[in-house]
């Protein structure tokens, strides 16, 4: 079955410092992976995805995501976090195996950057 | 560009009694999907419609769960009756045929007390 999985409730880091918010798949044949975050009372907000090609991919607002094959991971980082980058992040991977068929989530991580 | 648009933002019902809500996707998504999602967990598929066709209805508990998509592009989903446990966030989203990201609307909270 495809899942991915967010091994960190919560994740807090000093403004300024780099984040990094972990995901791990389980996805056969080759990984569609994608970070959402989500700010109180709105809906998901895309930031980036990986499909093929390049391991490390850029997203909106600063934000990256290593895809590591060996490791089976897709962490989320950015080199200086922000106050208004404090939201709940979620990893997704496709249910099935293309791109359009339905996402399954983590259960979310919820980022605090401290000022 | 006008985003996923979802009515209304928050619904309280008391229990077995019947609720609907409505979806207008991004003007040109052929793909509509409508999500569940608990307090404290990620969202959940119940739902994905490619033009006006369900090509995946497998996880919609259909013996109180309907949804139709007219003429492919806005969406209704319903539930009735509503039960307390479907207290929840429902989210639709849409994206381009065989794309990959899709784009979220805000969500309707329902409460069902």
Do not use: M
Request: aromatic share 12%; with cysteine; net charge neutral.
């Amino acid at each position: 079955a495809q899942s991915v999985a967010q091994p960190e409730d919560q994740v807090n880091v000093a403004e300024g410092n780099p984040l990094t918010v972990k995901c791990t798949y389980s996805v056969s044949g080759n990984p569609y992976l994608f970070w959402y975050v989500q700010y109180p009372n709105r809906g998901l907000q895309f930031l980036l995805k990986y499909i093929t090609g390049d391991n490390l991919v850029k997203g909106s607002y600063g934000f990256e995501a290593e895809f590591n094959k060996s490791q089976t991971s897709f962490h989320l980082k950015k080199p200086s976090a922000l106050v208004s980058d404090s939201a709940l992040y979620f990893c997704a991977g496709p249910q099935g195996g293309g791109g359009a068929d339905g996402l399954t989530f983590g259960k979310g991580t919820h980022l605090i950057i401290q000022p | 560009e006008a985003g996923v648009v979802q009515s209304p933002r928050y619904k309280i019902i008391e229990k077995k009694q019947p609720v609907a809500f409505w979806c207008n996707p991004i003007s040109g998504h052929n793909t509509l999907y409508w999500y569940r999602q608990n307090l404290g967990q990620g969202p959940e598929l119940l739902i994905r419609y490619e033009n006006e066709e369900a090509v995946d209805d497998s996880q919609l508990p259909k013996d109180r769960f309907s949804a139709e998509r007219l003429k492919g592009v806005d969406s209704t989903l319903k539930i009735q009756p509503a039960e307390l446990g479907d207290s929840a966030v429902y989210l639709c989203a849409s994206s381009w045929p065989r794309a990959s990201e899709a784009f979220f609307g805000q969500g309707t909270r329902l409460t069902v007390v």
